[in-house]
């Protein structure tokens, strides 16, 4: 039972990547999936979250319009896609997956609650 995050690199400003997030052993059917990233010396920030049985996401200010958050249901995959990358967007990104409100707290630096699985990382560099 995991999750396996995919997809980050080495990107110049105003670029995009598309991160992906797979679950193995699990679905995610009844679960939220949430986005996170931790730059060095920084709180852990929510990016992006969907509830996978009616689709509402929810994006902070500081992504919202530039990020979007998928899902792929034929192959259990939750997809990030990043557009206009700035170098404040560099971080390790993880996905997870529990319940929406639980998610919402982990985003914020709250202590995390009904979350079933962590990923272990992608790293997403901006730079040029």
């Known amino acids: 039972v995991q999750l396996v995050e995919s997809g980050g690199g080495l990107v110049q400003p105003g670029g995009s990547l598309r991160l992906s997030c797979a679950a193995s052993g699990f679905t995610f059917e009844d679960r939220a999936i949430g986005w996170f990233r931790q730059a060095p010396g920084k709180e852990r920030e929510g990016v992006s979250y969907i509830n996978y049985n009616d689709g509402i996401t929810h994006y902070p200010d500081s992504v919202k319009g530039r990020f979007t958050i998928s899902i792929g249901h034929v192959n259990n995959t939750v997809y990030l896609q990043m557009n206009n990358l700035k170098p404040e967007d560099t971080g390790t990104y993880y996905c997870?997956?529990?319940?929406?409100?639980?998610?919402?707290?982990?985003?914020?630096?709250?202590?995390?609650?009904?979350?079933?699985?962590w990923g272990t990382g992608t790293l997403v560099t901006v730079s040029s």
């Open positions: 997870a997956a529990g319940i929406f409100s639980g998610l919402l707290v982990a985003g914020l630096g709250g202590d995390p609650y009904g979350i079933d699985h």
